[in-house]
């Protein structure tokens, strides 16, 4: 559940939070220096004003929703269950009319990251990784018995095979069925291995081969682009 994955990966989020600051710092350094006035947020804040019943109503809606988001294993709620409520509850409010539901969302994007990402489900259940698993076994057990080798070894196997396959999810998952069975009975905890896969997956070498980073582009509509933000493809995200 959420809170696991929290504590299990804390010492990672300092770590990175940490090399985030100084990549923002050195990496994304504006290339003209501009100095802010000491009163710059007091006016912006003033300028905004206070938030208006919509805004409130759209807080708490987004603040219900990543509670049970966080809290799925307790109740049980499909995390998609949980989002169409969501988006159903500013429709009736009127915070989202139908025809912007239908012309402002990038509907044509959204098709393209459900079908990159359903793929890993039509592996499953076509058995697709479990004929898989037994192919690559026997080439990976012999390089598994260290932890920091086996570590080194799935980076780079994600890394080339993010070249090709646009979804993070299909190389995470093939590689976890076939090396999991063999990394545990080494000794290995296997989220080790599946945070491994996770962060490494999580590049993206060009600008088709990360999902989230499509959906992300499409939903700034226009106000960001791939090469503003490819260097941080230098680093696993958080």
């Known amino acids: 559940n959420w809170g696991m994955w929290m504590k299990s990966c804390a010492v990672w989020l300092i770590v990175m939070a940490v090399l985030t600051v100084i990549a923002i710092i050195f990496v994304f350094k504006p290339e003209e220096n501009k100095e802010l006035p000491s009163d710059y947020f007091t006016r912006r804040f003033a300028e905004i004003g206070k938030m208006s019943g919509d805004e409130k109503f759209c807080g708490i809606v987004m603040v219900i929703a990543f509670l049970l988001w966080c809290t799925d294993s307790h109740h049980s709620i499909p995390s998609w269950a949980v989002a169409m409520a969501g988006l159903c509850a500013m429709v009736l409010r009127g915070q989202i009319s139908m025809n912007e539901f239908r012309t402002k969302i990038p509907w044509e994007t959204l098709i393209v990251l459900v079908g990159t990402n359903g793929v890993i489900s039509l592996f499953g259940k076509c058995g697709i990784t479990d004929w898989i698993a037994p192919i690559v076994a ?73 999902t989230d980073v499509i959906g992300s582009i499409a939903a700034t509509e226009g106000l960001v682009n791939y090469k503003a933000i490819s260097k941080s493809n230098y680093r696993s995200e958080e």
């Open 138 to 210: 026997p080439v990976v057990e012999p390089l598994v018995g260290n932890i920091f080798v086996t570590i080194i070894l799935l980076t780079v196997v994600v890394y080339i095979l993010r070249l090709f396959i646009a979804s993070a999810k299909i190389p995470m998952t093939l590689l976890y069925v076939a090396v999991a069975p063999i990394v545990i009975a080494s000794g290995i905890h296997p989220f080790v291995i599946a945070y491994t896969l996770l962060c490494a997956a999580r590049c993206w070498p060009h600008e088709a081969s990360n």
